[in-house]
């Protein structure tokens, strides 16, 4: 079949005109930032589990949720995840979570960034409600950030993507297991690119997406620049059965920080794309990010559109 490039990557995705829908302000205790949030569909709510920047530095993650996915949030009176104080990994607090339900289990699987002096880990908790979850504890070495799992095994075993930096280079890895704790088989899977907008740095953006095609993966890009760095995002096409294989990748970023409330924040220039839900009605994507690193913001694209866009860029 013929794909023909219906829309061009600058206009796949819009923004919601009431942008950022989750600010500092809106939440029911004192923050400095609220940003790169988590997202999944629970009891037909829209739910996100954000991250919560406190006044010391120090993350935790709260949850959030809404009928429509962008307006009414209800917000956790009090953080619904915090950093435990006996865990020597997440001393410095928890960061950029990103949820999928694992068909085998029943249940939300939670990779988050744990924090402290020996690095960023990924780690692992499993929830069905958001309010009470079983902690797994970090799955590889520090320096690792940007993990999800994928909601099923593949050939007998689990698959997770993530974000190691090895000699400095931070490259995006899939990595396999039998039980969710003990890894091998580590490849890597979507590089950095010499001279692209993605050259500098990679990593996962929201969850894997399953289409007919493949499983869609939304990553983030970063080109340092003198006045610093740009993070933006980009598109690439794993395949259904065998993710070790990327089949296509975008030339191009796909969104890109452009709105006021991307430029100027705590961090100018980031958008920073954690969590994504479709709509079964509408059959859109809703794509949650964090803006600037102080606001959430969500944009939209039709799954048809970022399917025809990516079938009609460059095979692997
Ligand atoms: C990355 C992560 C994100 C952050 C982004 C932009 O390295 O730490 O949490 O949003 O930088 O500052």
Same mark, same amino acid.
Request: contains cysteine; glycine residues 6%; aromatic residues 12%.
């Given at each position: 079949m013929e794909f023909t490039r219906q829309k061009k990557a600058y206009n796949l995705f819009s923004r919601y005109k009431n942008n950022p829908i989750l600010t500092p302000e809106n939440w029911p205790y004192p923050v400095n930032a609220v940003f790169n949030p988590a997202a999944a569909k629970v =009891?037909?709510?829209?739910?996100?589990l954000i991250r919560v920047e406190d006044m010391r530095g120090f993350s935790h993650l709260t949850a959030a949720r809404s009928a429509d996915g962008f307006t009414n949030w209800q917000i956790d009176p009090a953080p619904t995840m915090e950093a435990d104080?006996?865990?020597? #990994? #997440?001393?410095?607090?928890? !960061?950029?979570?990103?949820? /999928?339900?694992?068909? !085998?289990? %029943?249940?939300f699987a939670i990779t &988050?960034?744990?924090?402290?002096?020996?690095?960023?880990?990924?780690?692992?908790?499993?929830?069905?409600?958001? +309010?009470?979850?079983?902690?797994?504890?970090?799955?590889?070495?520090? !320096? =690792?950030? =940007?993990?999800?799992?994928?909601?099923?095994?593949? +050939?007998?075993r689990f698959a997770l993507i993530h974000r190691p930096i090895v000699r400095g280079e931070a490259h995006i890895w899939i990595s396999f297991s039998p039980d969710l704790k003990h890894w091998g088989d580590h490849r890597a899977l979507i590089k950095a690119r010499h001279a692209y907008w993605d050259c500098h740095r990679v990593g996962l953006a929201c969850q894997p997406i399953e289409t007919e095609y493949g499983w869609l993966l939304f990553y983030h890009g970063v080109r340092m620049t003198t006045a610093g760095a740009i993070y933006r995002m980009g598109l690439a096409l794993l395949d259904?059965? #065998?993710?070790? %294989?990327?089949?296509?990748?975008?030339d191009e970023w796909i969104l890109g920080p452009r709105a006021p409330y991307e430029r100027?924040?705590?961090?100018?220039? /980031? /958008?920073?794309?954690?969590?994504? /839900?479709?709509? !079964?009605?509408?059959?859109?994507?809703?794509? &949650? &990010?964090?803006a600037a690193d102080c606001t959430i913001a969500v944009a939209t694209a039709k799954l048809s559109d970022l399917t025809d866009y990516i079938m009609s860029c460059p095979e692997n």
């Amino acid at each position: 079949m013929e794909f023909t490039r219906q829309k061009k990557a600058y206009n796949l995705f819009s923004r919601y005109k009431n942008n950022p829908i989750l600010t500092p302000e809106n939440w029911p205790y004192p923050v400095n930032a609220v940003f790169n949030p988590a997202a999944a569909k629970v =009891d037909s709510q829209t739910l996100l589990l954000i991250r919560v920047e406190d006044m010391r530095g120090f993350s935790h993650l709260t949850a959030a949720r809404s009928a429509d996915g962008f307006t009414n949030w209800q917000i956790d009176p009090a953080p619904t995840m915090e950093a435990d104080q006996n865990s020597r #990994e #997440e001393k410095w607090g928890l !960061e950029d979570p990103r949820i /999928v339900w694992l068909e !085998e289990q %029943k249940q939300f699987a939670i990779t &988050y960034t744990s924090f402290s002096e020996g690095g960023p880990v990924i780690s692992l908790a499993i929830t069905k409600n958001f +309010r009470t979850f079983a902690r797994l504890g970090g799955l590889l070495p520090p !320096e =690792d950030k =940007d993990a999800c799992l994928f909601p099923r095994r593949f +050939r007998g075993r689990f698959a997770l993507i993530h974000r190691p930096i090895v000699r400095g280079e931070a490259h995006i890895w899939i990595s396999f297991s039998p039980d969710l704790k003990h890894w091998g088989d580590h490849r890597a899977l979507i590089k950095a690119r010499h001279a692209y907008w993605d050259c500098h740095r990679v990593g996962l953006a929201c969850q894997p997406i399953e289409t007919e095609y493949g499983w869609l993966l939304f990553y983030h890009g970063v080109r340092m620049t003198t006045a610093g760095a740009i993070y933006r995002m980009g598109l690439a096409l794993l395949d259904l059965e #065998e993710p070790w %294989k990327v089949l296509r990748r975008s030339d191009e970023w796909i969104l890109g920080p452009r709105a006021p409330y991307e430029r100027i924040g705590d961090v100018g220039g /980031v /958008v920073f794309p954690t969590g994504a /839900v479709i709509d !079964e009605k509408t059959n859109n994507l809703h794509l &949650y &990010y964090g803006a600037a690193d102080c606001t959430i913001a969500v944009a939209t694209a039709k799954l048809s559109d970022l399917t025809d866009y990516i079938m009609s860029c460059p095979e692997n």
